[in-house]
């Protein structure tokens, strides 16, 4: 089956930028997503179709996806950006989340 | 208002069956997928099947497959997860979501609030 990887972890101070990446066999052929939870909330979609934001997402997030990886970037990172993110395609008609990345912002 | 609205939470008994439900406003409930995710307690996002509303068109996930039953009534635009036989592994929250676009492709733009469920011996 086809598997997501994210790291499980990244740090970064306050107002620098951080990436999230997730990697997946040519993961730059189908589209990636990206949602980010906050403790005992639901997932919000922040990055869907590799690089759009919906309607309210702050523009210091933003997408890529090339090759293997895709990379969710938070640029000037605030402390209201840690949370969980987790990258999410699909492969043959099943949906496929990566294992979720902890962005701690030190 | 685009909402989902899932049921309250749930203290079972293994054994025990279960239906938690996800209701539907706002939108045209029978035109998107709605899929259901798994996330046991500090853990992440585990998708356990899609429905498409209009045809009950279902697959599931091969972890889940047998384990749990989705379905939908389309006159009330409510969604279904059910488990026939609770386990005690089952204690998790639940979400529903709905594709931001037609076809089993795409992102998730509305997630439920959660149902959480806690099966206990």
């Known amino acids: 089956s086809y598997e997501l990887t994210q790291p499980p972890s990244v740090s970064v101070s306050p107002g620098q930028t951080a990436s999230i990446t997730c990697s997946g066999d040519?993961?730059?052929?189908?589209?990636v997503c990206w949602y980010q939870q906050k403790p005992g909330q639901s997932p919000v979609l922040i990055i869907y179709e590799d690089i759009k934001r919906p309607s309210g997402i702050p523009e210091r997030f933003s997408g890529a996806n090339s090759g293997n990886t895709a990379t969710l970037t938070v640029g000037g990172t605030q402390a209201m950006d840690e949370a969980d993110y987790y990258c999410q395609a699909w492969d043959t008609n099943t949906v496929v989340f990566g294992g979720g990345t902890k962005l701690t912002v030190l | 208002e685009v909402q989902l609205v899932q049921s309250g939470a749930e203290v079972k008994k293994a054994g025990e069956s279960l239906k938690i439900s996800c209701k539907a406003s706002?939108?045209?409930?029978?035109?998107?997928?709605i899929v259901w995710v798994r996330q046991m307690p500090g853990k992440g996002l585990e998708e356990m099947g899609i429905i498409y509303p209009d045809d009950s068109d279902t697959r599931y996930s091969p972890s889940f497959r047998g384990q749990v039953t989705i379905s939908v009534d389309k006159a009330i635009s409510t969604a279904y997860l059910h488990w026939r036989t609770l386990k005690t592994s089952d204690t998790a929250k639940y979400f529903c979501?709905?594709?931001?676009?037609?076809?089993?492709?795409?992102?998730?733009?509305?997630w439920g609030q959660g149902t959480v469920v806690t099966v206990s011996s």
């Open positions: 040519n993961l730059g052929d189908k589209y």
């Open positions: 706002g939108y045209s409930f029978t035109r998107h997928w």
């Open positions: 979501a709905k594709t931001m676009v037609s076809g089993p492709v795409g992102a998730f733009d509305m």
